[in-house]
């Protein structure tokens, strides 16, 4: 059997939605790789049972797995080495249901704030246990195989072209983006993103399922995997070179 690439969108602390997908996807084998395109933490119920699940995912295989960092677990790193309220205020970016998760607290209601002694320690992020942050420390910028290019967010246009992600300086950038210009124009090698949910890409530039704009994002040269699972929708794996899909919903 030739080697299988799947790819997993954003998870963001859906653990129910995360083992649901793994039910509906077909046997792995050690020839297969398993790329998770990042934004593990926040907004879910629960994020510590992702990270653990990732974790003991890749320790017990039998498909290779890499695991791309995302922009929340790169925002969390950012809280704990030099702090980042800005990161940490806003309850849309539920960093108190991350809190709640690793310390056993109760899943907080949306528009629920944190006490004052939870906010103190979200600020500070020193509930994270040792060996969680620095697995998020490892987690990769990008990863590339024979199929596509694989990163959290997509690339930016520099110098009138869209370059490699090894070029890309600084590397947070490949975290962030969300310009129609790489959805729109980027042409070369096949590029798997999350992070812009697809809902809020250009719907009459996707060849998969344009009637629903909730679905996997199929543009020109890239392809979005983020269908809002933590928020609302579900989660999504797009298997290469079949280019099958697999979906928790339903």
């Not at 926040?42 to 890499?66: C, F, I, K, T």
């Not at 809280?79 to 998760?101: D, H, Q």
Request: aromatic letters at 10%.
């Amino acid at each position: 059997m030739a080697s299988r690439t799947f790819a997993i969108g954003d998870i963001h602390g859906d653990l129910t939605a995360l083992q649901t997908l793994f039910e509906r996807l077909p046997e792995l084998t050690a020839e297969d790789t398993l790329v998770f395109l990042g934004d593990y933490l926040d907004r879910g119920p629960e994020s510590a049972g992702v990270v653990a699940y990732l974790r003991e995912l890749a320790d017990r295989g039998p498909a290779n797995v890499v695991a791309l960092r995302g922009n929340h677990e790169d925002a969390w790193l950012q809280v704990i080495e030099k702090g980042w309220p800005e990161f940490i205020l806003p309850r849309g970016n539920g960093c108190l249901e991350t809190y709640r998760s690793f310390t056993g607290g109760a899943h907080p209601a949306e528009d629920e704030l944190p006490a004052p002694h939870e906010l103190q320690a979200m600020l500070e992020g020193e509930f994270f246990p040792k060996d969680v942050v620095a697995w998020m420390k490892e987690l990769r910028w990008f990863h590339e195989d024979d199929h596509a290019i694989y990163v959290h967010a997509g690339i930016k246009r520099s110098g009138g072209r869209f370059p490699h992600p090894s070029e890309v300086t600084p590397r947070r950038a490949l975290l962030w983006l969300r310009d129609r210009d790489f959805f729109e124009n980027y042409r070369g090698k096949l590029v798997v993103f999350g992070h812009t949910t697809t809902r809020t890409l250009p719907n009459e530039l996707s060849t998969y399922t344009p009637e629903d704009p909730t679905d996997l994002w199929a543009g020109p040269a890239c392809m979005g995997l983020d269908t809002a699972c933590g928020k609302g929708g579900f989660l999504t794996a797009f298997e290469l070179p079949a280019r099958a899909v697999y979906e928790s919903r339903g």
